[in-house]
């Protein structure tokens, strides 16, 4: 099983075997999933991602943070969560409008009005220099073109003392799980993604790119050379993820 250490073999890891940037094909699958991708997220995880997402939130609590960003916040799950920190604004950024167009009429649907979801490039934000007092992301690091590019961008945007709570796919190392985990992740979900999805390579290329990306200490180590002070690990479900919760230098 070869799996890649560092931030640059993730980056050449992508959806479709073209030769657009990494960023426009991560649109476009995202794209062509969003009407099923709550669906799948849930139903391949076991729902157990909500957990992931709750103990997230939880750490956040005693930061107390009134404006929070959500990176890369597809449909806005981890936005919808944050509310229970009582902010007074989050605003969510995805460079797929698919994702946020089902985003936005689940907003709708649930009467929620101090979330904001709007299109961007998570690694070049639209906002001033530390406007938010947190920033969030699921599953999304694994995605960016350039990872310390967007890290930067996330700790440019923090105010002074201001956290990050990033969620990530990670590689457990525990016997059986390791194993199941690998049988599961390379053989059983890409199948079922493909026929509910119909998108041939999406869920091919959420294994791949979980392979060769860096987690653990590497990441930690990425996380504080852009421009964060220090990085505490959350390991979940045995390794299976992992929450990055750091604090702006």
């Given at each position: ?15 479709y ?5 990494k ?6 699958m995202?794209?062509n ?6 669906f ?14 709750k ?6 609590r ?12 597809g ?12 902010p007074?604004?989050?605003?969510g950024?995805d ?8 985003g936005?009429s ?33 599953f999304g690091?694994?995605?960016?073109e ?11 945007v ?8 990033i ?17 599961y992740?390379l ?37 504080k ?6 990085v ?18």
């Amino acid at each position: 099983m070869k799996e890649g250490l560092s931030a640059n073999s993730a980056a050449n890891i992508k959806p479709y075997n073209e030769q657009n940037a990494k960023k426009v094909q991560v649109a476009d699958m995202f794209n062509n999933i969003s009407h099923k991708y709550d669906f799948l997220n849930h139903f391949l995880s076991l729902g157990i991602d909500i957990l992931w997402r709750k103990k997230a939130v939880k750490l956040l609590r005693k930061y107390a943070p009134k404006k929070i960003l959500d990176i890369a916040t597809g449909t806005g799950d981890f936005a919808i969560a944050c509310l229970a920190l009582q902010p007074d604004k989050i605003i969510g950024v995805d460079i797929s409008e698919g994702m946020l167009e089902v985003g936005v009429s689940k907003l709708k649907q649930k009467g929620i009005s101090n979330i904001e979801l709007q299109q961007g490039d998570s690694e070049q934000l639209v906002f001033s220099d530390a406007s938010f007092d947190a920033v969030t992301v699921a599953f999304g690091v694994r995605n960016f073109e350039n990872l310390e590019k967007g890290l930067s961008e996330m700790s440019r945007v923090l105010k002074p003392h201001g956290v990050a709570a990033i969620l990530e796919f990670s590689k457990p190392s525990w016997f059986p799980l390791k194993q199941l985990y690998y049988f599961y992740f390379l053989k059983i979900l890409p199948t079922l993604g493909k026929i509910v999805s119909k998108d041939s390579r999406a869920y091919s290329y959420l294994p791949e790119s979980v392979l060769a990306f860096p987690d653990g200490n590497k990441m930690a180590e990425i996380i504080k050379s852009s421009g964060f002070k220090k990085v505490t690990l959350y390991k979940l479900s045995g390794g299976i993820a992992t929450i990055y919760f750091s604090e702006k230098t």
